[in-house]
């Protein structure tokens, strides 16, 4: 079931997504959007989203099957594919893809929903981030970039190289085209584009949750450019308003997608009108009289006649598949043995797996957790499973993961089975570039349970707190704990995670059956 609608009557309302898909770049092609957001180390990654209106979004696939270094095996929160761009060039879709510690990447399709050919590298260097291509008229290429300051001591600079137009292979030294120390801090995420013989460069500023939206324009690649803030914060809720991508119509309209940062559920995702004046962009609307454009809350619909046929983003799962929904994603690259969708045709089997890497197996460095991005602040999620055990501890559960996290498990203990409440916190430093950090499970309540086969159900309200609850099949659900705080994970929202593992981190052969996941919206 998609639990949130953004479409009403002839208007949308923002957020259109309230989901964290950061980062995003949006194009057309024909009729259709494309869209595909950062997805760190969460695989398969570099998630593509599919439109016919530029308000209601279908995942189709993913650029990533498989982050192509071994440190990616076990989870390295905060590193991986960050702001990915997006073009179609030639009858190809094209994914520049940056990944901070080791360099810039490319995937590209010829179907987006299809296979993408795997990562290449064409440029192995650490700390440039944000790479967008340009294929100019003249059939010579270009990428705009940013620095990551965690990663190479660079930061509030834009920097354009040449690239080979065909292999993309960076072939020339990189130009600094504008240095934001004063004017623009923390510049990042840019989009380059040509219009009427001028070069933009779109790209956010000020930091992301209180920055605002630049625009660069200049009439050779390598600028001079001079610069506009073209969207701000303003009088509006809207913080941030950060960066994303511009996108025309068949008729000239013009709109930009970009997200806003809003703490535990990540970066969700807003949709402005665009316009141009004098060959500069204007975005949002005018509400102050300082020129600058604002958020706006609701809009008409681009495209009315559509009706929001979209089926949204599926967040549900019967686990009938011959392989795993497109919803969910690992922690680090998938392991074969850590799941099975054949086992039975009514269930997907999850092993209670050991973390090799580590002592203990806290969720947070399980990489065979599986999870998948909330679309909503407000919602219930009711998963129904079975555990067979086969060593004490081992464990199966429903729940969320991110800095600060809970779940409910069924699991066993002393030859018996329990219901397990853990609370979880993560100390993480994102500035230092930290790839592990450290994690802490506390156990809040214990109970004896029947049986190894039970429903349990999770209640996410306001984006931000979580409460359990359990259940029989066919009895009542009775709730376990209090509701706890729920935090963002590094750079992400938090996800929805379901489990299998061994809590005593030793090897078995157990696993749990996930037979059915539903989300309803709240009935509180």
Not at 230 to 249: D, I, K, R
Not at 278 to 307: A, M, T
Not at 364 to 390: H, R, S, Y
Not at 486 to 500: D, L, N, R, Y
Request: hydrophobic share 35%; with cysteine.
């Amino acid at each position: 079931m998609n639990v949130w609608r953004a479409t009403m009557g002839n208007e949308y309302t923002n957020p259109i997504l309230c989901a964290d898909y950061s980062d995003p770049d949006v194009i057309r092609v024909g009729g259709d959007f494309y869209m595909i957001a950062s997805s760190f180390t969460y695989v398969p990654g570099v998630p593509v989203l599919h439109s016919t209106d530029l308000v209601n979004w279908e995942l189709i696939g993913y650029c990533v099957r498989r982050l192509p270094f071994e440190r990616y095996d076990r989870p390295v929160h905060g590193c991986g594919t960050w702001a990915p761009s997006l073009r179609y060039h030639d009858g190809r879709f094209y994914a520049f893809i940056p990944m901070p510690d080791e360099g810039i990447f490319v995937a590209t399709a010829e179907d987006p929903a299809g296979e993408w050919t795997p990562l290449r590298c064409i440029k192995s260097v650490r700390g440039w981030i944000d790479p967008c291509p340009l294929w100019d008229d003249d059939g010579r290429a270009y990428i705009a970039f940013a620095y990551a300051n965690s990663r190479c001591g660079i930061k509030h600079r834009l920097s354009v190289v040449e690239i080979d137009p065909v292999t993309c292979d960076v072939i020339g030294e990189p130009a600094l085209v504008f240095d934001g120390t004063l004017s623009a801090p923390t510049v990042e995420g840019p989009k380059l584009y040509k219009r009427n013989g001028w070069y933009y460069i779109f790209a956010p500023a000020g930091g992301v949750p209180t920055g605002w939206q630049l625009v660069l324009r200049g009439r050779s690649v390598y600028g001079p450019y001079e610069s506009r803030i073209v969207l701000h914060q303003g009088g509006t809720p809207v913080n941030g308003p950060h960066q994303g991508g511009w996108v025309e119509l068949e008729d000239g309209r013009c709109f930009f997608v970009h997200f806003q940062d809003v703490g535990p559920m990540g970066r969700i995702l807003h949709l402005q009108p665009m316009c141009w004046q004098n060959d500069w962009p204007f975005i949002g609307v005018e509400q102050n009289g300082d020129g600058i454009g604002e958020p706006v809350s609701r809009w008409k619909l681009p495209y009315p006649e559509c009706g929001g046929e979209c089926p949204g983003i599926v967040q549900d799962d019967d686990f009938s598949g011959d392989a795993l929904a497109l919803h969910w994603q690992f922690q680090c690259n998938p392991n074969p043995a850590w799941y099975d969708c054949a086992a039975r045709d009514d269930a997907l089997r999850l092993s209670c797996a050991r973390n090799p890497d580590r002592d203990e197996n806290p969720l947070w460095f399980a990489g065979n957790a599986l999870t998948q991005i909330p679309q909503a602040p407000d919602f219930d999620a009711t998963l129904t499973l079975t555990l067979c055990p086969e060593r004490e501890g081992d464990m199966a559960g429903l729940g969320v993961v991110g800095h600060r996290y809970g779940y409910l498990a069924i699991a066993l203990r002393g030859g018996k089975p329990v219901l397990r409440l853990v609370q979880g916190t993560v100390a993480h430093d994102t500035m230092m570039g930290m790839a592990e950090g450290t994690a802490r499970e506390t156990e809040l309540e214990c109970i004896p349970a029947d049986r190894l086969h039970c429903r349990l159900r999770m209640k996410v309200r306001g984006g931000n707190r979580v409460s359990f609850a359990w259940a029989d099949e066919g009895g009542a659900f009775s709730e376990i704990g209090m509701e706890m705080p729920v935090a963002e994970g590094t750079w992400t929202g938090f996800k929805v995670a379901i489990f299998a593992l061994n809590g005593e981190n030793v090897e078995s052969k157990g696993y749990a059956d996930m037979e059915a996941l539903a989300f309803t919206p709240p009935e509180d």
